[in-house]
């Protein structure tokens, strides 16, 4: 996979160099697409520690940040990228000291949502990276005190802001795809889509690391949009089209043109069946977060581009060369999209409300105003 | 009137299709993308079904290599309904059903029985069963010590009458009371006390004995090898087990029946299969030969070519482990010896395909290739042998078959049919590959020349009575020594010593 950073680093574009996508496997609404690596990347490895999952809170940038964490990740680069062991002996956190431990919260971490562990090994906490940069840009507030917007936003911002997830055991068939489906040779990844939806996109950078975490997506976050399709029917590209593999007024004599043909329509139809055009070839907006030797750990969101509904969050190990280690991904659901491309268009506007209606007129037909109460941003106004 | 004739046609081969398939891969256990407890329910009303519509085909159903499970069924159905109006079939049931339970092994003909109580049917034809059967086995004791739970119960069920010494063992125990004649018994009574009298008696019930009386497995297994009264399953679990406490069983795997040595050349870890590789390759070929010159099919045409789907989901459950891909290779050793050109293709080619033994349940369910390739090798009869799930393409047999037959000429004359060892409860039938390619249920690389006879039946090509005529010649085969049927023990015949 391949990745352009542009020079401030505020923009990247994911491509698939390097990763092959194998045939899909359907059970259920789920369907998985491996993805293969030809040539695993030995420089980069990467594991999971289960030793301090439970509820946590991060001593974060903009404040606070509270979730469940049911693994943190460690990688390890270099030279000496060793193979990650389960077991690793570090601590996340003190066990319930320090006055900043809330309620219910075992686990505090004060250093943040990573950290160096070792001269060549960050542990970091996957996916919450991703979350929690998210969460931190839908607290944005105003910044100049308009008419429109009451003291307190103006003041004090938006407080606090959660979003809910489910874990993979929740999203229906999840469970039984992942124990069915055996694991390719040189699987370093997988897509999963669930109800013909883009759910996640994960990948590693060696096979080996990729066997021991295949299964723990099932404790990851996902999109409770996801399970709120209905109906959850089987969501399976049938091979029904020879048609593809035909030439123009080419007949169908023997076996052997029928072989040809099939093979012609297989490659066509393989190209069509892993859609990845929702995440894939966009443009993101990125933040990088830690350099680890020549690879750079990056957040990402996807731009929204209207009318469509279709945002990505997630997070990327990206080398030099713009080879991507890792990846994780999480969508969003239309609403929380919204409510970021709303407060992007005030930010743009200097949150001049009268200018950003004007705006966009034709995107809220019902007007800016109601559209904030709509998505729950009512407390920002008078 | 005659569309009305040539409907009912149709829809009996669809009813014939439906219970074959059902009642030839339906076992109650768990497959590779089912789960236990779906599958209990269809079974029993599809037997219900055929008992009441097609009862003589039903009857007869009983020759075409059911498995066991759904063998104890139909004897249980045809019992619990009454008998039959024609004489002739009365004969004809009779002599099938004491047939079939003495086909069964002997724990699956005790829980046909049983069964019958538990469904609270007590009619003349039935005890007469239980009689016919208790009464036929060659050496009673042994099955009195061994399954005394079972015949306890039918001997209650059927209110049999059993000799002084028996009805001692069964019903009073034999702790009390000396020392028996019959020296079975007499060695099941000084087994309660003494550690030599348990080794000699069967292993299961020395088993029970043992774990009771706080004796040890390994002093258990000490003589094991001389040991009679094993089974050859017994017997093959016991080697296993027998080799960590250092004692020696004997299995002779080259005269094991075909499927039992494929499951268990699967069992074994790839480098034991590496090490032993001419032994299971001769035993392979020569179980393969033997099942084919007792079981053999006709193919309307040769070359025969066999597709087998090798992929992750043929190696199946727990239960059932390795159960679909075993009967891929059990199928491709018996078709060595047919006699006409013969290949196999499998889904996946790699090192293995040259020695089949060191198979494994590997790769994608690819069939479509694989078809292809038999095509285009010029084959006139391809068994493809799936479980139905394919994934690379998925519908790509489907899609290559329909352009197959659309378009290329000579595509009629090639004889196609898609075998699928496993049942999903969901619908009554093994999944399908494709519409126009008949699907059928099979068990056992045996029932493959039954098998054809019946696609050819149900996909219209053949006539139901080219299907009765092969099944009437397998009814006068069953050699049955007492010819008439249930009917040679009096009612008040007394059992056992």
Redesign the interface.
């Known amino acids: 996979m391949k990745v352009e950073l542009s020079r401030g680093d505020t923009e990247i574009c994911l491509g698939l160099d390097g990763l092959r996508a ?5 059970w259920g609404e789920v369907r998985l697409v491996p993805l293969v690596r030809d040539e695993p990347m030995p420089e980069l490895r990467l594991g999971l520690d289960r030793q301090h999952r439970g509820w946590t809170s991060a001593d974060v940038p903009g404040g606070r940040y509270y979730s469940y964490v049911p693994h943190s990740m460690v990688l390890s680069w270099g030279d000496r990228a060793q193979e990650v062991k389960a077991a690793w002996e570090t601590t996340l956190g003190e066990r319930g000291q320090g006055r900043a431990r809330a309620k219910g919260c075992p686990v505090h971490l004060k250093h943040g949502l990573y950290r160096r562990v070792g001269s060549h090994a960050v542990e970091f906490l996957p996916l919450h990276l991703a979350i929690e940069g998210f969460l931190s840009q839908l607290l944005k507030a105003p910044q100049v005190a308009w008419r429109e917007y009451s003291p307190e936003a103006v003041r004090f911002g938006a407080g606090a802001v959660c979003m809910e997830s489910i874990s993979g055991h929740g999203v229906g068939s999840l469970a039984g795809a992942l124990s ?3 694991i390719h040779e040189g699987q370093c990844g997988v897509l999963i889509y669930v109800s013909g939806r883009l759910a996640t996109a994960f990948a590693v950078s060696h096979p080996d690391d990729y066997r021991l975490m295949h299964h723990s997506l099932i404790h990851d976050a996902y999109a409770p949009v996801l399970v709120s399709a209905w109906p959850a029917q089987e969501h ?7 048609e593809w593999g035909e030439r123009p007024g080419q ?6 043109a ?2 040809e ?2 093979e012609r329509a ?1 490659a066509v ?2 190209h069509e ?1 892993a859609p990845m055009g929702e995440l894939f070839g966009q443009r993101l907006s990125a933040q990088r977060l830690y350099n680890a030797g020549p690879f750079k750990l990056v957040r990402f969101v996807s731009e929204v581009v209207w009318p469509s509904s279709e945002a990505h969050i997630g997070e990327a190990i990206v080398g030099e060369d713009g080879r991507i280690g890792y990846l994780k991904t999480y969508r969003l659901s239309a609403e929380q999209v919204q409510r970021l491309t709303l407060l992007r268009q005030l930010e743009a506007c200097d949150w001049d409300i009268k200018r950003a209606s004007e705006l966009t007129q034709a995107m809220y037909p019902m007007g800016l105003k109601q559209k904030m109460y709509a998505l729950g941003l009512g407390y920002l106004l008078r | 009137m005659w569309s009305l004739h040539v409907a009912r046609q149709r829809i009996a081969r669809e009813d014939v299709l439906l219970f074959m398939n059902a009642a030839r891969a339906g076992t109650g256990q768990e497959e590779f993308y089912e789960g236990e407890g779906e599958q209990a329910l269809s079974l029993d009303f599809l037997h219900e079904y055929m008992l009441v519509n097609y009862r003589e085909l039903y009857v007869r159903t009983l020759v075409m290599g059911l498995n066991h499970y759904n063998t104890g069924l139909v004897v249980g159905c045809l019992l619990s309904a009454g008998a039959p109006e024609l004489e002739s079939e009365r004969e004809v049931e009779a002599g099938l059903i004491a047939a079939a339970l003495e086909s069964l092994p002997a724990p699956q003909a005790y829980k046909a029985l049983r069964r019958l109580r538990h469904w609270g049917v007590n009619n003349a034809r039935t005890r007469q069963a239980i009689l016919h059967y208790l009464a036929h086995r060659e050496d009673l004791p042994f099955h009195v010590i061994k399954y005394r739970g079972h015949i306890k119960a039918l001997a209650r069920h059927a209110h049999l009458r059993f000799g002084a010494q028996t009805e001692r063992v069964l019903f009073k125990g034999v702790e009390k009371g000396g020392r028996f004649e019959e020296p079975i018994y007499e060695q099941f009574r000084r087994a309660h006390y003494s550690d030599d009298a348990l080794l000699g008696l069967p292993l299961t019930v020395a088993e029970g004995l043992a774990a009771s009386r706080g004796v040890g497995r390994s002093r258990l297994l000490e003589d094991v090898s001389q040991r009679g009264g094993m089974t050859r399953r017994e017997r093959e679990r016991v080697q296993q087990e027998a080799g960590r406490v250092g004692a020696q069983v004997e299995v002779d795997w080259s005269r094991a029946p075909l499927m039992r040595l494929c499951t268990y050349i699967l069992g074994l870890s790839m480098a034991e299969r590496r090490e032993r590789v001419e032994e299971l390759e001769e035993a392979w070929l020569k179980a393969g030969r033997r099942e084919w010159s007792r079981h053999e099919a006709s193919f309307k045409a040769g070359p025969v070519a066999l597709v087998v789907d090798r992929s992750y989901s043929s190696g199946s459950s727990r239960a059932r482990r390795n159960q679909p891909l075993a009967l891929g290779l059990a199928l491709s050793g018996m078709l060595k010896a047919c006699g006409q050109p013969f290949k196999t293709f499998w889904s996946l080619e790699d090192a293995s395909v040259e020695r089949p033994i060191l198979v494994t349940a590997k790769g994608q369910s690819g069939l479509a290739r694989p078809l292809l390739r038999a095509l285009a090798w010029g084959a006139k009869t391809v068994i493809i042998v799936s479980d139905g799930y394919e994934n690379d393409p998925p519908g790509g047999v489907a899609a290559i078959l329909s352009r197959f037959w659309a378009d290329v000429p000579g595509a009629q004359q090639v004889e196609l049919v898609h075998l699928n060892p496993v049942m999903s409860a969901l619908q009554y039938q093994p999944k399908p590959l494709a519409k126009g390619l008949i699907t059928l249920g099979v068990r056992e690389a045996k029932e493959l020349g039954v098998l054809l006879a019946l696609s050819r039946y149900i996909s219209g090509v053949g006539e139901l009575k080219e299907l009765r005529t092969l099944l009437d010649a397998r009814v006068a085969a069953m050699s049955w020594r007492d010819l008439d049927g249930l009917n040679g023990v009096s009612a008040s015949k007394v059992l056992g010593p």
């Open positions: 194998a045939p899909a496997q359907v069915r489906f055996e399976e590209l049938v091979f029904d089209a020879l007949q169908v004599q023997d076996v052997g029928l072989s043909v099939f297989y139809w393989s069946a």
